[in-house]
């Protein structure tokens, strides 16, 4: 190439080109640095920044930082009490959140790849998918009307002798369930249109009946669709802090004492000691996660 | 979307923080109960308007006219000055010290509980009331206060006072309450729908409470509790929990709540009753027998704001006689501006809210901050800080 074109001299563009293309190593690095970059910087940087304030403390008057290295914001947490009580709520929320979205998500995940035919798919695909265009924070104001006393809920139970449960925890969980469904349908979704119909006529005509079928070829096929679902509804419930503000009543989970204690409090190092508990939590999650193969699913 | 932005701000405020903080600790005058004030001079002299200015205010402070079209006080200030407002309206004390953190708001209308916390921060600037031609006219008994001032230096300009009250459904809560009893030890036929005041400065309305219920307690004052006297007053608050459906702080939220009938009976500001009876809501409310906790508002500017000029031509208009005369009306508070009584449409409205009437807000206990130097005067014991109060507050909601 060179001999070819050694008569007039290569322009700038062709020279940079052409060592690019001799040097991967440099060619790569030059793709990667910006993104790299960037997640080095803006994510891990501004996580590793928060961590480290963690182990600060904050001027008890003025409410400004102080720079000196103490244990006292993880001894704060680890001994009072209330820190603990809150955080195996959150977990229980998270937990109970991932209980029902499965719940609701593996039948209609099992009809939209398995039963629906094959162009209403496409539209119930979309359908999941809508409820993710509307804000945030319109659905949950939305059901803190319908959990009101004098809202649809209540209305539509008082003729069995019911009434709305009122806002609480009970409400809460019901609206995260409603607000992280589609990231465990999706998934299943996924998991299941994978699974070969050949296996399911295969089991039948073994004589497995639907409900052994589901036991011993679908859900270990599907497993870790599943747990990759679950990913996403226990992380979201876990770090939520906004729905239990809206239908919560009272209650308050870990998002709403780190939210305290940055907002009302002004600690933002107990914050960020209270905020490592969630980080490890998520952490354990994804470690046992990670032998199920789910991960590969994500 | 107000949450949404708060939690930018907040994250905001941390970086800031993270970036530069740790400036508390320098040198300057020592005020009361050996506070200290960062130093600073007041300006002498103002530039020409930077034609924007940034307002951290209490809800219903700043008005254009988009809450009630005959409510707007913002259009005729920015056609008057040129200076374009932008305001942010904060729900407690706290948000509004962290906002003000952030560096990127020009004035706030800040409660006795946050003022001194905003001055000791170096988040605020000494006032020139040369420069506020309207400030003559304010009510000398709200100049200099330990709540606006530092050893004589004036750090913002009165707003407005009142006491927060009782409010309820008049048709839940029968007969009418004249006692906080509804909502400490007589809650029990509201169980589930009293409300509270979602904020640590909130542990003084039980302090208030046992200074009439429990006078072996010898509080002397809310926002000064030793040991002995804040236990009992988080203990009354644990109690109270049970009761309680929500904590509010969100001015809206807690209209809406008292009008579905979510809640009935609880601490509210004279606004949020003016707004649900607009709406139409059966609620009243009463400053109850034991006196009540309150409010003295100041309007103070940020320490490096870029829009200083226009930050002292706000604070000249929203104490104006007329100016004062309507926000005081459309909130439900005391004026500040001796003038403006005479201007505002319910011509007993000064009277009714005590305008100059210390005998009548010596029952209210203006917000304070609490700190280790006891407010009442006590030297032989130390007293609970701020910070002990937010602990606690987080306990009491456990």
Known sequence: ?????????????????????????LRLGGLLTAPLGYLVVVYLGALGLLLMSAFWTTDEFSGNLVKSFTWANFHAVATTSVYRTVLIRSVGVAAAVTVICTAVAFPMAFFMAKVAPVRLRRGLVVA????????????????????????VLDWALTPFGLSS????????????SYLWLPYMILP????????????LEASADLGAKAGRTFRSVVLPLTIPAVVA?????????????????????????????IQTNVGAANNLPLAAALATLPIVIMVGYLLAVRRTGALDNL | MKMRATLVATAAAALALAGCGGSSGTTGSTGQGGFKAPPMKAVTHLGPGEGQVNLISW????????????????????????CMVKNHAAGTSDEMVNLMK??????????????????????VQPINTKLIPSYKDVFSGLKMKPWNSVNGVAYGVPHGRGANVLMYRTDLVKPAPTSWDVVWNKASPYKGKVTAYDSPIYIADAAVYLMAHRPDLKIKDPYALDDKQFNAAVALLKKQNADIGEYWSDALKQVQSFKSGDLAVGTSWQYNVNLAQSEKAPVDAVLPSEGSTGWSDTWMIAAHTKHLTCAYKWLNWIISPKVNAQVAEWFGEAPSDSKSCALTSDKNFCT????????????????????????????????????DWTTAWQEIKG
């Open chain 1, 1 to 25: 190439m060179s001999s070819a074109e050694g008569a007039r001299p290569a322009s700038f563009a062709r020279r940079v080109s052409g060592t690019l293309y001799r040097r991967p190593g």
């Open chain 1, 128 to 151: 999941v998918l809508t409820p993710l265009w509307a804000s945030y924070l319109v659905k949950a104001f939305a059901w803190r009307s319908m959990f009101s006393g004098d809202g």
């Open chain 1, 165 to 176: 449960p009122g806002f609480g925890l009970p409400a809460t969980v019901v609206v995260l």
């Open chain 1, 188 to 199: 299943i979704y996924a998991g299941l249109e994978r699974l070969p119909e050949s296996m």
């Open chain 1, 229 to 257: 679902g679950s990913i996403f509804t226990f992380s979201l419930s876990l770090g939520d802090y906004i729905t239990v503000q809206i239908v919560g009543g009272k209650t308050q989970l870990i998002g709403n004492l």
């Open chain 2, 59 to 82: 809800p219903g402070y700043v008005e254009d006219g988009s809450s009630d079209k005959s409510v707007d006080w913002v259009h005729p200030f920015e056609k008057a000055t040129g």
């Open chain 2, 102 to 123: 952030t560096g990127q708001y020009d004035a706030v209308s800040a409660s006795g509980d946050a003022t001194l916390r905003l001055i000791a921060a170096g988040s």
């Open chain 2, 352 to 387: 009714t809210y005590h305008a100059n009437d210390e005998a009548y807000f010596k029952k209210i206990w203006y917000w304070t901050t609490p700190i280790k130097q006891c407010l009442d005067g006590r030297t032989d014991v130390s007293c609970k800080t701020y910070a």
